[in-house]
Each structure stands twice: as structure tokens, then as C-alpha cells.
């Protein structure tokens, strides 16, 4: 009562009454342009958020532990499970390094499964291991049955209750498909060893989960949220719908359901994503009218992106994946898996697999994110969003069902082509430099070298075949990492001399901006505090050696400032530059042996490249 009473006090203000001070405040500037976001998925986030915009909202009345399980499945505390994944082929160096996870916080680990062959071989995979205290996650098999013959052979000859043990294969047959451009065993085998893997699971290890659906798979390739969150949704739909034809019982396959799901840098929207995935899958299995409320609880494992990776100013991706980490914690992931920072250009190593475990164990135990079920349940944003995902990706799975199912949809390339569209759109965006990459297409660290440092190529190499088209993953970062790769081999490393002139706050920013454009492509940049006159400036350009000059100033003074600069060094160097974009002088400066304007819309990428083909060649 004593709250109301003071609440009294404050009248509610109208949303009309809001919105006429924020565009009194913006002073005739465009109210879309400067305060909506735009989303890669077709949103238009608000600036702000009321009450109002929840209204309508079903499963707001919900807690956590009840359907449709959008503030997850638990209660009493948000307790995940802190996964390393170890995707070494060799049994003893992987026991090696999942030894030393498991006594320094990890819970649940991801083992390469390529080496074992028998049971000898599962042995020294987990030697001292306590499989019934650690879930043991197997990857990278081409025979999950025998594999999981072969670990319930060695867990009942260690005295191991089977039927207690947890953890799961990643079988996924779609995911196999979008990688080799066929099914393993032909889409009839794929799914009949499916049904095997699930037949076997329920009889003798009830608690492991041994299908995959693979959204992270689609994150890394460029797909936006809701064709990750509606494709993979699809995907295990699917194979619901065939092994119940097939015989199985809805209740076992769906128990044996992961999603993997990817997660990127978009905080918000990635916890929107796992709350809506949840909401979404119980929607799923209700038309399957299940004997108990089990199926409805989906499994979700998180691992954070490489798509958003980088090579350069790596250690920018702890940064990217700590963020990453706390969007799957504070959604309520079942397990998470963070990438070693360093995983874009080389092996893992103890010091990676460390600072992976630790930004998870940093979460848990200096941050209590386990401690609180869904602590963002009620914001009006995320909660907003979360429905904004959810119908999204409803779409997308209804695209999917429309076509006859994701094996169909695959063939037909539906997938495929949503995906490689949003791609390419993420691709333009870093290219003109509307995304930033930090390091990499904006704010490079200029003596940063990392030719020598790449170790190994860690993508995924697709097979291609005419059965179905592949889907590549890869990083955003790429493209511009290829410049400066060429540009850290060449024999000659290109200089960029800035010839600074007249107002001061106008020169420095645009020198600034030149030599953040340019050092994206590792050239050498010669700053200078700025030239009293055209000729001191056109002289030093020339003393310096350089390849390219880029003229730094007003558009007022370019006025006077580019005709001299340029008869003075047309055809003495291999390049005159312009920074900034002065639009009713473009063709003027031009005539005079300006060949380039760089500025905000320029496409850095296009640009450099060019550069490099006349300045490395």
C-alpha cells in the first residue's frame, strides 16, 4: 500500500508525451535514422520500451519450470554445465588436456571420437575420469552405435551404473549434409541409424542425449537468429516426425534432442533467442500430444561464435566471447562451450582452453549467474524481442514445412539460399564498415603482425556434390585478413604519407580516418602534425617515399589545397587520395590527379583490394 501511495504521486506519462520530447530533442534530425535500429533480421528495434508493448503475450503468465518453458526448466537455480570441447584425434594427448579441464572447474566435456577404435582405446580417453561425476559428449564419429557399444563395454567393466551416466553423440544428419552435400548413409540410412542410436539410448543409457540439430552450424555459415532458430527447429521436427513413423516413441526421441545453437555478439537478442527456442520447440511437441511433459523441455547447448573470430587483435575475442557466454547463462543454456580465443588461426593449447573455462567459471562464481532462473524475464525489451524472434523464426520454419520437410528443403537448396543472401548482406555491411569487426576493418593495431603465427587452417572444408548444395562456414573477418595478409608477405610493405593542412580539428579527424582505412590493409602510415603551405606539404610527401598521399583537411581548404599538392606529385607517386567526399568538387579534383575519395560509405574492402593489385603486384 505504502508503494502505491507513492507511485500516486507520479502520474503515468502518455507514450505520445515521451516521443514529443525526444523529437523536440533531436531538433528536426531523423527519428528512424538516428534511434531505430535496423536489425540483418528485418526488426526495427525501439529506442525504448513501455508495458504496452507486452500486451498480448501469452506466455508471460508462465514461471520458470512450467510450459511453455520460456524461462527455462529449472526452479531453484540456473546451474549449467561448463563444457570443453577437446577435438583432438588422439585418445592420450585428449585425456590429457580433459584431465586437466575437469580439475580446474569442467563439468562436461566434448571428445573427439575419431581415434577409438575399441575399448582399449576408450580406455585411455577417459583414464581417470569419473564418467558418472562428468558428462563425456562424443564428436566427430562415423559409427555413433558402435561407439557407444564400445563406452558402455568399458563403463560396465569400471563398475559403472549405465543407466546413470549422462552426456551425448553428435549425430546429426543434416548438419553432415549441408558439409559433404549428401546424407552419410542416404537420407532412409541416416535415418534408420537414427533410430538405432535411439533404441539403444533409452535401453542401456536413458540419460544420454544422441541426436543433434545444429543451428550453430548455420550461425557460422551467416545466418541472421530467426533462420538459425527456425531452420534448426525444422530440422529436429524432421526427424521427430520420422522416427515416430519409423516406430520410436515421441517421449525417447525427444529426450535424446540437442540443439546446438551458436551465439554471437548481439547480447540481447541472443538471450531473446534461447528463451524463444524454448517457447517455440513446446509449441512443436504439443502437436504431438506426448504421455508426459518431458519432451517439452529442449536440451540447449551454446557455443560461442566463430563466425565473428578474428586473427588480428585476437585477444579482442575473449572479449567478444565472454559477452557471448553471459547472453547463453543468463537465457538459461543447458551446457556452454566457449571457443579458445586463438581457435581462428591455430590449435588449442592449455592457455586458450583455460581462459575458455575460466570467462564461464568468472560467470558462475565472481558474477551468480547460476544462482538467478531467468533474471531478464520482464524487461519489456527482451521480452519483446523474444516474441519478435519467435514469430520470425516461426516463418521460417513454417518455409520448411511447406516444402515437405528439411530433407526436402535442403535438396531444393531453400536453406541454402536464405542463408547465403544474409551473408552476403553481412558481408556488404563489413565491407562498408556499417559492422565493425574491432581490429580488423576498424581500429587495427598497426604493428600487429600474425603471418607467422598462423599455425593451421581450422575451417570446416565442405565436399561438394550434386545431391546438395553445401553450406561454408566461415569468419567475417576473412576478407579484410586476406589484404593484410598479402600485404605482411609482399616484398614491399605500401606507405601512406598524410599531408595534413589548415583547420586543425578537421585535419586531424580526417587523418584519423585515413589511417584507420588504410591500416586495415597493414600499410605503413606517416602522420604528420600539419603543413603551413600546399608546397612544405607536397615536399615532404615527396622526401618520404611514400606510395600513396592522402590529403587531410577541410572542405573549405581542399579549395586551395589540391591543385598545387597535385601538380606537384601527379605521376610521382603511385596514388593521390582524398579524405572526405566533397560532392559539388568530385569531378574538379579529379581533373586535377585526385584518384580516390575515401570517406564513411566508401566500400573498404572494394577499395583496398584495389590498392593492393596496383601496390603489391
Known amino acids: 500500500m505504502e508503494d502505491n501511495k507513492l507511485f500516486s504521486e507520479f502520474p503515468p506519462i502518455p507514450t505520445e508525451k515521451w516521443e514529443e520530447v525526444i523529437v523536440k530533442d533531436l531538433k528536426g534530425a531523423d527519428y528512424d535514422k538516428k534511434l531505430v535500429w535496423h536489425t540483418i533480421e528485418g526488426f526495427n528495434v525501439k529506442p525504448y520500451y513501455r508495458a504496452e508493448d507486452l500486451e498480448?503475450?501469452?506466455?508471460?503468465?508462465?514461471?520458470?519450470?512450467?510450459?511453455?518453458?520460456?524461462?527455462?526448466?529449472?526452479?531453484?537455480?540456473?546451474?549449467?554445465?561448463?563444457?570443453?570441447?577437446?577435438?583432438?584425434?588422439?585418445?592420450?594427448?585428449?585425456?590429457?588436456?580433459?584431465?586437466?579441464?575437469?580439475?580446474?572447474?569442467?563439468?562436461?566435456?566434448?571428445?573427439?571420437?575419431?581415434?577409438?577404435?575399441?575399448?582399449?582405446?576408450?580406455?585411455?580417453?577417459?583414464?581417470?575420469?569419473?564418467?558418472?561425476?562428468?558428462?563425456?559428449?562424443?564428436?566427430?564419429?562415423?559409427?555413433?552405435?558402435?561407439?557407444?557399444?564400445?563406452?558402455?563395454?568399458?563403463?560396465?567393466?569400471?563398475?559403472?551404473?549405465t543407466a546413470k551416466l549422462e552426456g551425448s553423440t553428435d549425430f546429426d544428419m543434416f548438419r553432415y549434409a549441408l558439409n559433404h552435400g549428401r546424407f552419410h548413409r542416404g537420407e532412409d540410412g541416416d535415418i534408420a541409424a537414427a533410430k538405432a542410436l535411439v533404441e539403444y539410448a533409452h535401453?542401456?543409457?536413458?540419460?544420454?542425449?544422441?541426436?543433434?540439430?545444429?543451428?550453430?552450424?548455420?550461425?557460422?555459415?551467416?545466418?541472421?537468429?530467426?533462420?538459425?532458430?527456425?531452420?534448426?527447429?525444422?530440422?529436429?521436427?524432421?526427424?521427430?516426425?520420422?522416427?515416430?513413423?519409423?516406430?520410436?516413441?515421441?517421449?525417447?526421441?525427444?529426450?535424446?534432442?540437442?540443439?546446438?545453437?551458436?551465439?554471437?555478439?548481439?547480447?540481447?537478442?541472443?538471450?531473446?533467442?534461447?528463451?524463444?527456442?524454448?517457447?517455440?520447440?513446446?509449441?512443436?511437441?504439443?502437436?504431438?500430444?506426448?504421455?508426459?511433459?518431458?519432451?517439452?523441455?529442449?536440451?540447449?547447448?551454446?557455443?560461442?561464435?566463430?563466425?565473428?573470430?578474428?586473427?588480428?587483435?585476437?585477444?579482442?575475442?575473449?572479449?567478444?566471447?565472454?559477452?557471448?557466454?553471459?547472453?547463453?547463462?543468463?537465457?538459461?543454456?543447458?551446457?556452454?562451450?566457449?571457443?579458445?580465443?586463438?581457435?581462428?588461426?591455430?590449435?588449442?593449447?592449455?592457455?586458450?582452453?583455460?581462459?575458455?573455462?575460466?570467462?564461464?567459471?568468472?560467470?558462475?562464481?565472481?558474477?551468480?549467474?547460476?544462482?538467478?532462473?531467468?533474471?531478464?524475464?520482464?524487461?519489456?525489451?527482451?521480452?519483446?524481442?523474444?516474441?519478435?524472434?519467435?514469430?520470425?523464426?516461426w516463418q521460417h520454419f513454417l518455409k520448411v514445412e511447406e516444402a515437405g520437410g528439411m530433407c526436402k528443403a535442403l535438396r531444393a537448396g531453400l536453406v541454402q539460399d536464405e542463408v547465403e543472401e544474409t551473408a552476403r548482406r553481412r558481408d556488404m555491411e563489413i565491407a562498408t564498415r556499417r559492422t565493425t569487426i574491432l581490429g580488423t576493418n576498424q581500429y587495427p593495431n598497426l604493428l600487429e603482425k600474425m603471418g607467422e603465427k598462423i599455425m593451421s587452417d581450422t575451417s570446416d572444408v565442405s565436399d561438394m556434390s550434386d545431391e546438395i548444395r553445401t553450406l561454408r562456414p566461415y569468419r567475417g573477418a576473412e576478407a579484410f585478413e586476406r589484404l593484410r595478409l598479402a600485404t605482411e608477405r609482399a616484398a614491399h610493405r605500401p606507405k601512406v604519407f598524410l599531408l595534413t593542412y589548415g583547420n586543425l580539428t578537421m585535419r586531424k579527424a580526417r587523418a584519423g580516418f585515413a589511417t584507420n582505412f588504410f591500416g586495415v590493409a597493414g600499410y605503413e602510415i606517416v602522420d604528420n602534425p600539419g603543413f603551413a603551405t600546399s608546397d612544405e606539404g607536397a615536399k615532404a610527401a615527396l622526401e618520404s617515399g611514400a606510395d600513396i598521399v592522402v590529403l587531410c583537411s577541410s572542405d573549405d581548404e581542399y579549395a586551395e589545397l589540391t591543385e598545387p599538392v597535385c601538380r606537384a606529385l601527379k605521376g610521382k607517386v603511385k596514388s593521390l587520395v582524398l579524405a572526405g567526399y566533397p560532392k559539388e568538387m568530385v569531378d574538379t579534383y579529379r581533373s586535377y590527379g585526385i584518384d580516390e575519395f575515401i570517406h564513411v560509405k566508401t566500400n573498404a574492402l572494394d577499395c583496398l583490394t584495389q590498392f593492393n593489385k596496383t601496390l603489391l603486384d
Open 203 to 393: 535401453e542401456v543409457l536413458p540419460k544420454f542425449r544422441v541426436l543433434g540439430v545444429s543451428g550453430s552450424q548455420l550461425h557460422n555459415a551467416g545466418a541472421n537468429i530467426v533462420q538459425e532458430l527456425g531452420f534448426a527447429l525444422a530440422a529436429a521436427n524432421e526427424l521427430v516426425a520420422r522416427l515416430v513413423e519409423a516406430g520410436c516413441k515421441m517421449e525417447h526421441v525427444a529426450r535424446s534432442l540437442v540443439l546446438n545453437v551458436g551465439v554471437g555478439s548481439t547480447y540481447f537478442m541472443e538471450i531473446a533467442k534461447i528463451r524463444a527456442a524454448r517457447l517455440l520447440w513446446s509449441k512443436i511437441v504439443e502437436q504431438y500430444k506426448p504421455e508426459c511433459d518431458c519432451p517439452h523441455k529442449l536440451y540447449i547447448n551454446a557455443t560461442t561464435s566463430s563466425w565473428n573470430q578474428s586473427i588480428y587483435d585476437p585477444y579482442v575475442n575473449m572479449l567478444r566471447s565472454t559477452t557471448e557466454a553471459m547472453s547463453s547463462a543468463v537465457a538459461g543454456a543447458d551446457s556452454i562451450s566457449v571457443l579458445p580465443f586463438d581457435n581462428a588461426y591455430k590449435e588449442a593449447d592449455d592457455f586458450g582452453y583455460r581462459i575458455a573455462r575460466n570467462q564461464q567459471l568468472l560467470l558462475k562464481e565472481e558474477s551468480y549467474l547460476d544462482k538467478i532462473v531467468d533474471p531478464s524475464a520482464g524487461s519489456y525489451y527482451i521480452e519483446n524481442l523474444t516474441d519478435q524472434i519467435a514469430q520470425g523464426a
Open 56 to 161: 498480448g503475450l501469452e506466455y508471460l503468465d508462465s514461471n520458470p519450470g512450467q510450459a511453455p518453458y520460456t524461462r527455462g526448466k529449472h526452479t531453484g537455480d540456473n546451474v549449467w554445465d561448463v563444457r570443453q570441447d577437446i577435438l583432438v584425434a588422439d585418445p592420450t594427448e585428449t585425456n590429457r588436456v580433459a584431465l586437466d579441464a575437469v580439475e580446474r572447474g569442467a563439468t562436461s566435456l566434448g571428445l573427439c571420437a575419431k581415434g577409438i577404435k575399441n575399448i582399449d582405446d576408450m580406455a585411455t580417453l577417459l583414464h581417470g575420469i569419473y564418467i558418472d561425476a562428468v558428462k563425456v559428449n562424443f564428436v566427430c564419429s562415423d559409427d555413433y552405435l558402435g561407439l557407444l557399444k564400445t563406452y558402455v563395454d568399458y563403463a560396465k567393466r569400471e563398475g559403472y551404473d
